[in-house]
């Protein structure tokens, strides 16, 4: 059964070998393909042509970036978004390389897991009525890859990636329509990292007031 990104390729192959879009994978797993369609943020190689029978359909780019041509956006703004998280392992020391690797139970890995699987397929960012009208909100995806990151066991750098994330446009800018989450491909869930961390920020915000002189 064809794919709504299968109908694309029948079209630039057969009919307009001038339409541009994004597409690496076919498989759901690298994100590049995400589109626009019928006003949903969708993964194209992942929608299925006959769930949207009888049509119309229409395809276009995602919401929220500007349009470089046809089908492609720019996505450079929701990436260097990403960037100023801070997403790898930051540590106050390190030990040295004689001493191992820093291990990890499966139970540890289990409680950041699902923040990891995200594939920057963008869907969130163009689903998010948050970013679309404040173009300086960091996003879900961003917020979302930072608390895979708190999570981590082997990770010190919470605090670093606290100072910009509760910042005005950043987890405090989500309004939890929830968007993010339902059209997530992923199911990282980014609506729930954003409420956890808005809990660790308020606990955050009365240690500081409370204890000034110690260590948050």
């Known amino acids: 059964e064809w794919m709504v990104l299968d109908g694309?390729?029948?079209?630039?192959d057969e009919l307009d070998g001038t339409l541009s879009y994004r597409w690496a994978c076919r498989m759901g797993v690298c994100?590049?393909?995400?589109?626009?369609?019928?006003?949903?943020?969708?993964?194209?190689?992942?929608?299925?042509l006959e769930s949207l029978l009888p049509g119309p359909i229409r395809v276009e780019p995602l919401t929220g970036f500007p349009v470089i041509r046809d089908?492609?956006?720019?996505?450079t703004d929701s990436m260097e978004k990403l960037s100023a998280v801070k997403p790898w392992i930051i540590r106050d020391t390190e030990?040295?390389?004689?001493?191992?690797e820093y291990l990890q139970t499966p139970e540890e890995l289990a409680e950041y897991k699902q923040y990891s699987m995200c594939i920057n397929?963008?869907?969130?960012?163009?689903?998010?009525?948050?970013y679309r009208i404040d173009p300086d909100f960091i996003g879900p995806a961003a917020i979302a890859l930072a608390q895979r990151y708190n999570m981590d066991s082997r990770d010190e750098g919470m605090q670093e990636r606290m100072d910009v994330l509760s910042q005005h446009e950043g987890i405090?800018?989500?309004?939890?329509?929830g968007e993010c989450s339902e059209v997530c491909p992923k199911n990282v869930d980014p609506a729930?990292?954003?409420?956890?961390?808005?809990?660790s920020a308020t606990v955050d915000f009365f240690k500081s007031v409370l204890m000034p002189w110690g260590e948050r």
């Not at 405090?172 to 329509?177: A, E, F, K, Q, S």
Request: proline content about 5%; aromatic content about 6%; charged content about 15%.
């Open 95 to 100: 030990k040295p390389l004689e001493e191992g």
């Open 8 to 12: 694309l390729n029948h079209i630039k």
């Open 31 to 48: 994100g590049s393909c995400g589109m626009m369609v019928n006003g949903r943020p969708v993964l194209t190689c992942a929608t299925y």
């Open 172 to 177: 405090w800018g989500c309004t939890l329509v």
């Open 192 to 199: 729930g990292a954003i409420q956890r961390y808005k809990v």
């Open 71 to 75: 089908l492609v956006g720019d996505i």
């Open 121 to 130: 397929c963008m869907l969130c960012y163009a689903a998010c009525p948050v």
